[in-house]
Structures are given as C-alpha cells and as structure tokens.
T-cell receptor
C-alpha cells in the first residue's frame, strides 16, 4: 500500500520561528511536491523536486525553502514564520511522466500566532 | 499562472439527486485529473482524462473533458452520503509534470 507520511498533523508556532515540515514517501517516487491549501483557493504549489538535491520553485515560493537530501524525504522550511503562512500544508509524490497520479500525505495544519 | 475555476464552490443536496460540478479555465491543458478529498486526508485521484471530448465513467460518476481541453465536468447520478467531500480538478501543463489545481467544490449529501 502506497504511503506518504507527514511529520505532524497539527503544529502551532510563533511569529518569527523557524519551522520544519517533513514528508516521507515509501514508493521510490522521483517527484515530490509541497502545496498549501486555503479555502476557496484550492491547492497552490510551493516547491517541487524531480530528484535528490534538485528543487524548482512553484507558484508561491516566497517565504519558503526546501531540502531534498534523500530520495524518500522532502522537507519544507519556513525561515521566519508569519501569520499569513497559517494554512494546511500537503506533501505529494509521483513517478515522472505525463498524466501520472500524485499521492498525497494527510496534511499538516500549521497555525502561526 | 494558469487558473482553474470550479463551480459551484459549495453544493448541498439530498441523497438520490443528481448533480454536476464544473471546472473551467482559459488555458489549454494536456490532461485533466479529478481528485476527492475527505476531512483529515489528502486528495485521492478519481480519474484522468486526456483527449478532448473524452468521457469516462466510474460507477455513478461521469467525467468529461471539453473539446478544447480547457474545461471539464463531473456528473454524479443518484448521489449517496459517501460522495460527500471536496472535489478538486487539476490540469497538467504540456511538457510539464506540474499540476494546477482548481478552487474546489465542497459537496455535502444529506441523508
């Protein structure tokens, strides 16, 4: 059974803190993605990675960075959390190629106070 | 950035009724996917449509890709409470493995 896991389901952080969100997949997928989900806006792509140590900016990368040191792990970093980064964060992975299904983790609901 | 608008944003209907959800864009996509997301979970793929005008059926769900590959619809026949969830369309760019997700339709089926 395919599995994408995220390190926390709920997280509360203070403004200015550095935040790490971890994602691990066990399917040997090359591609990994980080999205944020906000009501009425759907899922917006923050960063994605096609391979280890490779990263590409998505549509809303400002205020975020990522790290992919191992194929199965993709980390999202908020260097200095702000209240407008309060959101649901979803990680996904897939094999390369067109029309390929993305498999999602359960999400991390981050609240920045 | 390409945009995918879904309508309606919210839909609440009685069990047994039929419904249609729309996904529209001014951009052309190489393929379009539909996902369903339940509370506390990530989205799960329902179907992928690739060819303009393509129709796919998944039990009581019928998916159609527009002829011009800019829009799609999801029709549910005889809705059941198990159909409750957030429905998301997602378009794939040509030559690019990124997905652009729609704004979502939150569907509630009332028993």
């Amino acid at each position: 059974d395919v599995k994408v896991t995220q390190s926390s389901r709920y997280l509360v952080k203070r403004t200015g803190e550095k935040v790490f969100l971890e994602c691990v997949q066990d399917m040997d997928h090359e591609n990994m993605f980080w999205y944020r989900q906000d009501p009425g806006l759907g899922l917006r792509l923050i960063y994605f990675s096609y391979d280890v140590k490779m990263k590409e900016k998505g549509d809303i990368p400002e205020g975020y960075s990522v790290s992919r040191e191992k194929k199965e792990r993709f980390s999202l970093i908020l260097e200095s959390a702000s209240t407008n980064q309060t959101s649901m964060y979803l990680c996904a992975s897939s094999f390369p190629g067109p029309t390929i299904e993305q498999y999602f983790g359960p999400g991390t609901r981050l609240t920045v106070t | 950035t390409q945009l995918l608008e879904q309508s309606p944003q919210f839909l609440s209907i009685q069990e047994g009724e039929n419904l249609t959800v729309y996904c529209n864009s001014s951009s052309v996509f190489s393929s379009l996917q539909w996902y369903r997301q339940e509370p506390g979970e990530g989205p799960v793929l329902l179907v992928t449509v690739v060819t303009g005008g393509e129709v796919k059926k998944l039990k009581r769900l019928t998916f159609q890709f527009g002829d011009a590959r800019k829009d799609s619809s999801l029709h549910i026949t005889a809705a059941q409470t198990g159909d409750t969830g957030l429905y998301l369309c997602a378009g794939e760019d040509f030559g690019n493995e990124k997905l652009t997700f729609g704004t979502g339709t939150r569907l509630t089926i009332i028993p």
